[in-house]
């Protein structure tokens, strides 16, 4: 099984700060990695597929990249409503997500 | 228009069964992957089971195989989650999610909200 690995847990930051989330596959998965954004009591919502493509109706100042086993996720000029918690999640070989990072306010 | 509803989360007692449904709408149901992820109460999502297009070769996480059956009806749009011998590490909100292709592993690109199922004596 292809395990996930993201870092930090946990983040805290301010409204304009730039952010960057990690997530690291235990075996390669070329570019087959999606990140999702999820707020308490809500569904995941996607934002990035195959690593770095943004989903339709995502703000620009998300960003994903990487491939092989190495992935980032970017939140440049965080906003009040980018506060939640990301998950990255492979889809090479089924799927896993990873353990989440929970994006706070400092 | 809610693209996909989950229905029939409950409170039940170890051991025993349950049948979760998701009803979908706004798509071709049955040209897409569809599959059910769960998250534990504070905890991260857990990837349980998916069926692709056509019914063919259903996938399980390994910590329900053997217990739970994942099925679809496409022509009534529905997908299910037969959930037997349920155990209290089951509790959790399930989320029934659309792949964003008929076959193959894909990425999840519409998510229903969730039904609660609570597993307790």
């Known amino acids: 099984d292809i395990q996930m690995t993201q870092s930090p847990s946990a983040l805290s930051a301010s409204v304009g700060d730039t952010v960057t989330i990690t997530c690291r596959a235990s075996q390669r998965i070329s570019q087959w990695l999606a990140w999702y954004q999820q707020k308490p009591g809500k569904a995941p919502k996607l934002l990035i597929y195959k690593a770095s493509t943004l989903e339709i109706g995502v703000p620009s100042r998300f960003s994903g990249s990487g491939s092989g086993t190495e992935f980032t996720l970017t939140i440049d000029t965080l906003q009040p409503d980018d506060f939640a918690t990301y998950y990255c999640q492979q889809y090479n070989t089924l799927y896993t997500f990873g353990q989440g990072t929970k994006l706070e306010i400092k | 228009e809610v693209p996909l509803l989950e229905s029939g989360g409950d409170l039940v007692q170890p051991g025993g069964s349950l049948r979760l449904s998701c009803e979908a709408s706004g798509f071709a149901f049955d040209d897409y992957t569809m599959a059910w992820v769960r998250q534990a109460p504070g905890r991260g999502l857990e990837w349980i089971s998916a069926v692709y297009s056509g019914s063919v070769s259903p996938y399980y996480a390994d910590s329900v195989k053997g217990r739970f059956i994942i099925s679809r009806d496409d022509s009534k749009n529905l997908l299910h989650l037969q959930m037997n011998n349920v155990r209290a590490e089951d509790t959790a909100v399930y989320y029934c999610?659309?792949?964003?292709?008929?076959?193959?592993?894909?990425?999840?690109?519409?998510w229903g909200r969730g039904t609660l199922v609570t597993v307790s004596p």
């Open positions: 999610a659309k792949g964003a292709a008929a076959t193959t592993s894909w990425y999840f690109d519409v």
